[in-house]
């Protein structure tokens, strides 16, 4: 059966769990945010945590079996991506929870060695799934070696959108830095859009998958979320709102990407 809305959805709520601490993680290095600010000692794992839970309840809600979950985990199948990826974010989450705990406890010294973990499970946790969808052999328009990187895109850009309103309640001076991390990251992935749907595709069943995002039944969906980031990017010059138009927007291609590549007939 194909995927549905959770599955979209999904891609979403991971985007921004992996997405906040990677962007986080940017701005320390770039001296734009430090250990002693509030929206590193506990927005950042608050809000990463709550979207990372969000997205295994989505993933076990959208199992055949969803009370036998925790079969991934007892009775793992290490060649199988889902596998992969809940152990991914147990150990993401793990990390997160360690962040939380030393910043509650007064030292937010100890969050820095975590970062040798938990940057490299973010950026896991954010492109696991094109490696999950690659899995699905019979979809080609899946099997798309910058799919990976095209989903690290993602995720910086809605980790940079998530943070916005932490920014705003917390820290205003990290706002002009947010604001220019989302516009740079959704042109990035306008251009990986528009590559993906005008370059030559190697099967005809890739083909017809971009056909029926672009100009099928998936193409109100397609299109609209190609013109709210449009629209979004523009908007950033102007207030920090548009965060939310650039957002839905990825949500809308999300689901025109994920429906389409099922939509071809498999015989």
């Known amino acids: ?9 999904y891609t979403l709520t991971k985007g921004i769990a992996a997405g906040v601490y990677l962007v986080a993680v940017l701005l320390l290095a770039l001296g734009r945010l430090n250990l002693a600010s509030p929206v590193w000692r506990f927005q950042v794992p608050v809000i990463a945590g709550l979207f990372l839970a969000a997205t295994g309840g989505l993933l076990i809600w959208d199992l055949e079996h969803p009370a036998r979950f925790y079969l991934i985990f007892t009775r793992p199948q290490w060649r199988s991506w889902l596998v992969r990826g809940g152990f991914l974010i147990g150990g993401y989450s793990v990390v997160l929870a360690l962040h939380f705990l030393a910043a509650a406890a007064g030292r937010p010294e100890l969050t820095r060695p975590l970062i040798w973990l938990g940057l490299p499970l973010a950026l896991l946790t954010a492109v696991y799934t094109a490696y999950l969808f690659a899995q699905a052999k019979a979809r080609d328009l899946w099997q798309n070696p910058l799919l990976p990187p095209h989903l690290a895109v993602q995720a910086g850009l809605a980790g940079a959108g998530a943070l916005v309103p932490a920014a705003l309640l917390a820290e205003p001076r990290l706002l002009a830095p947010l604001l220019g991390i989302l516009a740079a990251a959704s042109l990035l992935h306008l251009a990986l859009v528009a590559g993906e749907c005008t370059l030559t ?5 890739a083909h017809l998958a971009v ?6 039944r998936y193409a109100v969906a397609f299109a609209a979320g190609a013109i709210l980031q ?4 523009v908007g950033l010059a102007f207030g920090a709102w548009a965060a939310v138009l650039v957002l839905i ?14 939509s071809v007939p498999l015989a």
């Open 1 to 9: 059966m194909p995927w549905d809305w959770r599955v979209s959805l």
């Open 201 to 205: 595709h190697g099967t005809e069943h």
């Open 211 to 216: 056909r029926e995002m672009v100009r099928g």
């Open 230 to 233: 449009i629209l979004g990017v």
């Open 249 to 262: 927007g990825l949500l809308l291609y999300e689901h025109a990407h994920i429906s389409a590549a099922q």
